[in-house]
């Protein structure tokens, strides 16, 4: 089946540009693209059809400007993937799309070269998750097929033991049907092992691709690192940035880590857009208490002993007054300025689980910023991983005299030397939690 792209601009010249550019993709079946000279053309079409893979868009145009129709997308849920094509790429216009679930922005006069690899990525990204949908339903249905066969295994278990002890003239034939019935089960629950692995994979790329881009950390702070490593094959760990008025930063370490730290984090980055980019908060403090009623609500933990949660450090950056906001659930704030470390501290309590009644709001905090100031945010699997010549923890300790002793290299060499020093530490020891590092220079 075809990818199917809407491609909404005024000018009338596009459609034979874009159907010379591709005919031959075109001509193999491979793309179908349709045309609309204006938003309001372009909406009608997508709630005729919503089966459309990507939507190109035009800002400026009659009737229905192309940010309009970004919003109506969102609006109506439409699971196109959206690229601006305009010549009016200043900061604003960029900033303004990206909020409205634009995928990428691509400059007029069109590079033909640059369409074609935006597109091929746009579609990558698309497959990716359909893919991540379908891995999704498998691994539930795995999971479900598991339990149904381990009890089955089980009860098959108890009645020939039964009958074991009721039929001794017929010990021996029993003992090898017995055998055999349990190779079985062992056979099939390996089948079930693999197949419920191949889904954790499958989520694995669904969680990645719902984790920011992490060429938007380098957009916002040019020089920058960020260290990630899951402890299994999907994590509790995550990070998130929001690109509004003022961009926003967030490093979180969910309860649990593999699958049940990854639902967690999946539903914190929900949580997040929805409190971000729904209700336009920015403040770090209002946005976790926020997060905290969030997450209670969802987990209904007033109705039980639930105490999943998360703890998270939130920054907003103001580069106009050059000032960074941040507040904190059981996550610091560390920053480094001519070789001295401060550190701000964050409220001890973490978003979600018991403490859920009769709790403070949380600490707001404002740095005034300066040329050269490097700020972390980090969760705790760096410091608690075990190794060293005596097995024992990396210790924040380490961890602090690393970041200062090498404070005075790029910030892209300094995650490299984190990076040598965490596995020269780990050796040939397991990882015993998520790892999540990200440091920011302020230019």
Known sequence: ???????????????????????????????????????????????????????????????????????????????????VISAYGDVRNIRTAMNRGAFDFIIKPIDLDDLDVTLTKALNEIEILKQGIEAKTKLEVALIDKAQAQAEALQNLQEKEKLILEQNEMLEMQVMERTLEIHEQKELIEIKNREILDSIHYAKRLQEAILPNRNLLTNLFAESFLLYYPKDIVAGDFYWLGTGSRAIIAVADCTGHGVSGALMSMLGMSLLNQLVNGKGISEPSILLDNLHLAVVGALNQTENDSNEGMDIAICCFDEHTNTFYYSGANRPLWLIRKGELMIWQPDKMPIGGVQIQSRPAFTSHAIELQKGDRIYLFTDGFADQFGGEFGKKLMTKNLKEKLISTSGVSMTKQGEELQDFFNAWKGNQEQVDDVLIMGLEVR
């Open 1 to 83: 089946m075809p990818s199917k792209i809407l491609v909404t601009d005024d000018e009338p010249d596009l459609e034979l540009i874009i159907s010379q550019k591709f005919r031959s993709r075109i001509s193999k079946g491979e793309l179908k693209f349709e045309f609309a000279e204006n938003g309001a053309v372009a909406l009608e079409k997508l709630q005729a059809d919503p089966t459309f893979d990507l939507v190109f868009t035009d800002i400026n145009m009659p009737v229905m400007d192309g940010l309009t129709l970004l919003g109506k997308m969102r609006e109506h849920e439409f699971q196109a993937k959206s690229v």
